[in-house]
């Protein structure tokens, strides 16, 4: 998914990970860096992905529930994507959002 996401113009990094969701176990939300000459919008790239589930190419349940766009995406030291860190960030922060209402 993530080297989809990098085939649309304005992306410069993105990374997706699988957050639980009641229904179907997991489902994938994404990251994306944006270039600064133009940023698509988070329908932009829901609908990019949607168009290569649509031709099949992947499977339709690949399509990001969720577009984030953030300034940088965490990385390991060898400069590998840090999935662990997105993940518990995105956890962490859903659980603060939880307790909040």
Excluded: C
Excluded at 54 to 83: E, H, N
């Amino acid at each position: 998914i993530e080297d989809i996401i990098l085939r649309l113009p304005g992306v410069a990094e993105a990374a997706v990970v699988g957050v639980p969701d009641d229904r179907w176990g997991e489902r994938p939300v994404a990251f994306v860096v944006g270039k600064k000459e133009a940023t698509p919008s988070e329908d932009a790239v829901r609908r990019h992905v949607a168009d290569f589930a649509g031709r099949g190419t992947i499977s339709k349940y690949a399509v990001p529930d969720k577009v984030y766009f953030v300034d940088a995406i965490p990385k390991t030291s060898v400069g590998k994507l840090d999935k662990k860190v997105i993940r518990a960030k995105l956890l962490e922060t859903a659980a603060d959002a939880a307790t909040t209402r």
